[in-house]
């Protein structure tokens, strides 16, 4: 498919969005289109950046990362003090937290992808990832139902360091864990020089993804996020089907969700961004062959079981990539410095499941 009538139909869907829904909702798309073509131009992966930190001691990708939280949480922040109605991602530590962001960071390196980059990919056509897009849906609802048994086990109330230090302290400290990052990073790699440790690519999706988070944060009113988009457009087939009773689960009974449940899927902030990306990336792949790799029964197999877990992880973990990392530390939530580390340790262990069944050779 060429690039011109992708255009031409994203144009449509932004007119109908205008004359139909809301200037807000077409700016949210338009939004996500940019997020969706700098996502897929710059080839911006979180999780690629991870394993090529961990594998071939190449820190560009995470150094990429740690601009990006820093330039969002620069735009951020002082908007959060100055307009009170613009929502911080806060999430409460808890023991789902724990074990969800485990369990993502284990299985995005299997499904090759985080939220984002399952979108992206998606939307660039690749089959993989085209597979996992529905199981991580299915899985994300199903988290949803289940996150009350989960915090059941134990929560403890969101921290905002923003509530608490205001923009300035929560800015140096959030600088100052990212710089601590960066230079574990570059201690791992063992590089010297910036040409070894600072990409031009990773630099503009950084800067490009930073400015559209914070504008994001502007129109919508809350931060960037995909995983809730995910998890609503299954929500919404289980209850069109009749499978589903949205009043049994604490999730969805609330009253935000059960709005928004019964609203079209295009009033909702997330699930419009989330289509944005999908167009961005399906304009930026056009005319370009498939980036698919060749899988065999058992990694089809392996892969899709880990979209599945890694959507049900992602609602135990109040995000990926985008939701908690980015958006989190980005507003200062302290779930967002703990979703890291412990995601991060998952990946270790995925990547040794990635080797064990030949992905990196596919």
């Not at 109908?16 to 911006?44: D, E, K, P």
């Not at 289940?146 to 959030?174: C, K, N, S, Y």
């Not at 005319?287 to 609602?315: D, E, H, K, P």
Request: aromatic fraction near 10%; charge should be positive; proline fraction near 4%.
């Amino acid at each position: 498919m060429r690039r011109l009538p992708i255009a031409a139909l994203a144009a449509a869907l932004l007119f109908v969005l205008v004359w139909n829904v809301s200037v807000r909702q077409a700016a949210l798309f338009a939004i996500g289109i940019g997020m969706g073509a700098t996502l897929a131009g710059a080839r911006f992966g979180f999780t690629t950046g991870w394993r090529n930190l961990i594998v071939a001691r190449d820190p560009r990708g995470v150094v990429g990362q740690a601009i990006l939280l820093a330039l969002a949480a620069l735009g951020s922040m002082p908007l959060l003090v100055q307009f009170p109605e613009l929502k911080a991602a806060l999430a409460p530590p808890s023991v789902s937290l724990v074990v969800g962001a485990f369990l993502f960071g284990l299985t995005m390196q299997i499904a090759d992808g985080c939220g984002s980059g399952t979108l992206y990919k998606a939307g660039m056509g690749v089959p993989l990832n085209m597979g996992i897009l529905p199981l991580f849906a299915l899985g994300s609802f199903l988290g949803s139902v289940h996150l009350d048994r989960w915090l059941a086990l134990g929560v403890i109330e969101p921290v905002g360091l923003v509530d608490h230090f205001g923009a300035a302290g929560a800015l140096v400290a959030t600088f100052a864990g990212l710089a601590a990052a960066v230079v574990l990073a570059l201690a791992w790699s063992g590089v010297k020089g910036h040409a070894s440790w600072l990409d031009r690519r990773w630099l503009w999706g950084a800067v490009l993804l930073a400015a559209l988070a914070v504008l994001n944060l502007v129109v919508a009113g809350q931060p960037w996020g995909v995983v809730y988009g995910f998890g609503l457009w299954a929500a919404k087939l289980a209850t069109a089907a009749e499978v589903f009773d949205p009043a049994a689960s604490m999730f969805w009974s609330q009253p935000g969700n059960a709005e928004i449940l019964r609203q079209s899927v295009l009033l909702d902030v997330t699930s419009i961004t989330n289509i944005g990306i999908l167009a961005g990336a399906l304009w930026v792949a056009a005319g370009t062959a498939s980036a698919g790799r060749q899988l065999t029964a058992v990694q089809w197999l392996i892969g899709l079981a880990a979209g599945f877990v890694m959507g049900y992880s992602s609602r135990l973990a109040f995000g990926c990539n985008v939701g908690a990392m980015v958006s989190g530390i980005s507003t200062g939530s302290l779930h967002g410095w703990l979703w890291v580390p412990l995601a991060f340790a998952g990946t270790l262990i995925g990547l040794r499941v990635r080797r064990r069944f030949g992905f990196d050779a596919a």
